[in-house]
């Protein structure tokens, strides 16, 4: 038998003052301005103690002229000091005595420590982290190490360093938290969580870990914890999370749909409520593996999930930072089933964006991955709708708006799709390329713009003749709803063109 390590507990400490946080938990210092002192007087609130308070007297608010520093994104609760003693090596014990041992370890590596102190138990936590490297690599290179007495043990280890609050990303008296212009607050406890997840990923892909044993522990309970901790700020952290879930998804088909309600659940906070959370691109990443392995035909509740999740994600401000990771699962979904293009097209006309260029431009390059994968037939009902669109988008004073749209004329299969419709699309489309070949500030579009006209005027030079007529015509039309055809009028006309005209060819 294994000689039980000794515990030294360190003399009890003084009860904690009672405005202090407990070990873990947030620190706020005071700056030697803010320490308060009981006798000083409180100025009286006659008009003379206005007049020294400054003009808004006692009531004036009082102006923030700098943010608070953030804290660390996640709290531990410390309860109490451990010192902890080096165990044996696994290997140097008899192969009757690992197993006991490995639990003691995994005992060891239950034990928390306080990381915003850097100085701290410096020991304990040199010893915690050999121990938890130790058995990453004794759990990747031994056999039959994992068995049903470790599993409360693996499942403790876990719960107590990985589950814990995730404060949310606001200041309180300060700017909120802004991901796309802020630093993320990194874990501090990070070189131990780091381990951990690590140790559990090797636990469950592990070929003698038994889905039938763990399910006891990993249960809608585990799956909700688990997915709270996505909205940690830490990078890293929720790239571990990922890939965990995702083991997770895959090994428990009982656990399947509750994981997919509960995303959901998130992703409907987020876009009705918060528009506030960490981890939706890693969510994201998830479900369009998930989606990709959709059997066929959909099932309705997988139908819902497109037109009432990830459709609505479009409207949301900080489109931007999971951008990639939503037109992947669109596209997924209009290749499994390409009868769902329209409402998706339309979905996305709905919310396209009137102001923000940027965004704008993410919508065409969506839109473009759409186009890559839409069948003749679907593209045939949106053509209308989808290339006024873009002719709105060419007709942008934002050059990236405008060339990004005139970019579609370098993709040989949309050329194909506007060929064999030209009929219905050159209409909309020459007025807006046209205007711009004249009036556009930017040389760069000068050119795309006279590429596109080219191609429009290969595919069908009647037609071509008859909208260029026709643009004539409605610009004469217009010149007298002016009053004349003067100097003024005609450049009003060129920067102001006559959109609401009917064109010659086409239904509008």
């Given at each position: ?66 943010s608070p520093a953030r804290h660390p994104s996640s709290r531990f ?65 031994t056999k039959g190490t994992i068995i049903e007495p470790i599993y ?336 003024g009028v005609k450049r009003h006309i060129d920067t102001h063109p ?11």
């Open positions: 038998m294994i000689p039980p390590a000794p515990c030294h507990p360190p003399p009890t400490p003084p009860p904690p003052h009672p405005h202090l946080p407990l070990g873990g938990g947030v620190r706020k210092e005071k700056s030697a301005g803010s320490i308060s002192n009981p006798k000083k007087e409180v100025p009286r609130t006659n008009s003379l103690g206005r007049l020294k308070l400054g003009p808004g007297g006692a009531d004036a608010i009082p102006t923030m002229t700098k609760h410390v309860p109490h000091r451990v010192e902890l003693v080096s165990l044996p090596a696994l290997s140097e014990v008899p192969e009757a005595d690992r197993t006991e041992l490995f639990m003691r370890k995994l005992k060891q590596c239950s034990v928390i420590f306080d990381f915003h102190d850097a100085l701290s138990d410096l020991h304990g936590k040199e010893v915690k982290r050999q121990a938890l490297d130790e058995l990453v690599e004794y759990i990747s290179t409360p043990e693996v499942f403790s280890m876990f719960s107590t360093n990985l589950f814990r609050t995730i404060p949310p990303q606001v200041n309180p008296t300060g700017d909120a938290y802004d991901p796309e212009e802020d630093e993320p607050v990194l874990e501090l406890a990070w070189p131990h969580v780091r381990i951990v997840y690590e140790f559990f990923l090797r636990f469950v892909e592990s070929p003698d870990f038994n889905a039938n044993i763990a399910k006891k522990y990993i249960d809608h309970s585990f799956i909700l914890q688990l997915l709270e901790l996505f909205d940690s700020e830490d990078p890293r952290e929720r790239d571990f999370l990922k890939t965990t879930l995702h083991r997770i998804y895959g090994k428990f088909l009982n656990l399947r749909a509750f994981i997919r309600r509960s995303i959901n659940h998130i992703f409907f906070q987020f876009i009705y409520e918060t528009e506030r959370h960490n981890g939706v691109a890693e969510l994201l990443e998830i479900l369009g593996s998930i989606i990709n392995g959709f059997a066929l035909p959909l099932k309705e509740e997988h139908k819902v999930f497109l037109t009432k999740v990830l459709i609505p994600l479009h409207k949301v401000k900080s489109l931007s930072l999971y951008h990639p990771q939503l037109a992947y699962c669109v596209v997924q979904f209009l290749e499994k089933d390409p009868s769902l293009t329209q409402e998706v097209v339309m979905g996305l006309l709905r919310y396209w964006p009137k102001v923000n260029s940027p965004k704008e431009v993410m919508f065409l390059n969506e839109l473009e991955e759409i186009l890559d994968v839409i069948e003749p037939s679907e593209f045939y009902k949106v053509r209308l709708p989808l290339f006024r669109q873009v002719a709105r988008s060419v007709s942008s004073p934002h050059f990236q708006v405008a060339e990004r749209a005139l970019y579609y004329w370098n993709n040989e299969y949309i050329v194909n799709l506007i060929n064999e419709n030209v009929q219905d699309i050159m209409p909309i489309l020459f007025p807006a390329l046209y205007r711009n070949s004249k009036t556009h500030w930017n040389r760069t579009i000068h050119g795309l713009v006279y590429s596109a006209l080219k191609l429009l005027m290969d595919m069908d030079p009647n037609l071509f003749d008859e909208c260029a007529q026709q643009y004539k015509v409605n610009r004469q039309r217009y010149a007298l709803r002016w009053g004349g055809a003067g100097p006559p959109l609401d005209l009917p064109i010659a060819k086409g239904p509008r």
